[in-house]
């Protein structure tokens, strides 16, 4: 080919490329899910009821699209399923988002599950242990990364102290629990489930509480899946909206559904959701808030790069606009 027709060559190549593309994206955008993945997990009770009612499943029949559940043992497998595209959609507390988005987690919180007192500092019932400051130098049990090991940062800044003023066994709740009650730690950054079957079934004591140090139960989507897909987020958090009214318009089918899915006994779901408010869902300045003191003490105990820039991640943590969208239409129906 002469050196003249080398250029307007290229051109051509070069547009006929772009016409070649810009169908594709198209089409990829208008895509639907041939799946849509979901965690459930014991320490958000309304997943439970979604993937026992299959409200999803009814909905997407008419799509073609299946649902597929995967469990979570906890904030930080929650986001290790979401960082490593298992699924789609996994459930967090709000502060456990913040360390994932921190982290480099491509996801948006865009619904809250619920309002838990769900971590509690705990210890076993003979246990001398009485304040934050008794903890010094004590072995205590917590799962990085989650509620429960924000809570005790917390609880520690509180007091004058830091994570290295205890030793920090690092396990997962199920496993925090068993080596409190077997004496292998001296306390626990409990969770519920398992810390309502510590306090009923052994006489644990939950020694330090503070509601205000429990951030949120949110619902994450990965932020892949929310570009694609769009309309597909929004009928995940309408089923979900379904499955919290039905937990709160049938509170005894409720308990005994998560009685049965948990395997627990009903004293204890009483005990969980004694402590759980399921009344608002969606997100906006108050979990901002909460997620926001969470992260100056995340950023002074270094879970956290100290270079981050809290409210701004935070704020391209939260996105309200899914959430508040399914609730308008809902009130529109009413």
Excluded at 17 to 31: E, N, W, Y
Excluded at 258 to 285: P, Q, Y
Aim: charged residues 25%.
């Amino acid at each position: 080919m002469n050196n003249q027709k080398r250029p307007k060559f290229a051109l051509v190549a070069a547009v006929l490329i772009l016409a070649a593309m810009l169908p594709s994206c198209g089409r990829k955008a208008s895509v639907k899910p041939t799946t849509i993945r979901l965690d459930y997990a014991y320490y958000n009770p309304v997943s439970l009821v979604l993937k026992d009612k299959k409200f999803l499943e009814q909905d997407l029949a008419g799509d073609g699209i299946s649902v597929e559940w995967t469990q979570s043992l906890g904030s930080n497998k929650a986001l290790e399923l979401l960082n490593s595209n298992s699924v789609d959609f996994g459930s967090t507390a709000g502060a456990a988002a913040l360390i994932g988005k921190a982290n480099g987690n491509p996801i948006k919180a865009i619904y809250v599950y619920s309002r838990p007192e769900w971590t509690a500092l705990v210890v076993r019932k003979d246990s001398p242990i009485t304040k934050i400051e008794d903890l010094k130098g004590k072995k205590v049990a917590v799962t990085r990364g989650t509620d429960p090991h924000i809570f005790l940062l917390r609880a520690l800044h509180e007091a004058g102290l830091t994570e290295k003023d205890i030793e920090m066994v690092v396990l997962q709740h199920p496993d925090g629990r068993i080596a409190l009650e077997k004496g292998d730690v001296d306390a626990w950054a409990g969770l519920d489930p398992m810390m309502a079957q510590t306090e009923l079934q052994r006489g644990s004591r939950l020694f330090y509480r503070n509601v205000n140090f429990n951030s949120y139960g949110v619902l994450d989507v990965r932020e892949e899946f929310a570009k694609q897909h769009p309309a597909y987020v929004e009928r995940v958090l309408a089923a979900y909206e379904k499955a919290r009214m039905w937990a709160l318009q049938n509170p005894e089918d409720f308990r005994k559904l998560f009685a049965t899915d948990a395997k627990l006994d009903n004293s204890v779901v009483t005990k969980v959701l004694e402590r759980t408010d399921l009344t608002n869902s969606t997100i906006g300045d108050k979990q901002r808030q909460v997620i926001i003191a969470s992260g100056d003490v995340l950023k002074q105990n270094n879970v956290i790069n100290s270079n981050t820039d809290v409210s701004a991640t935070v704020n391209n943590l939260i996105d309200p606009r899914y959430a508040q969208d399914v609730v308008n239409k809902n009130l529109a129906q009413k």
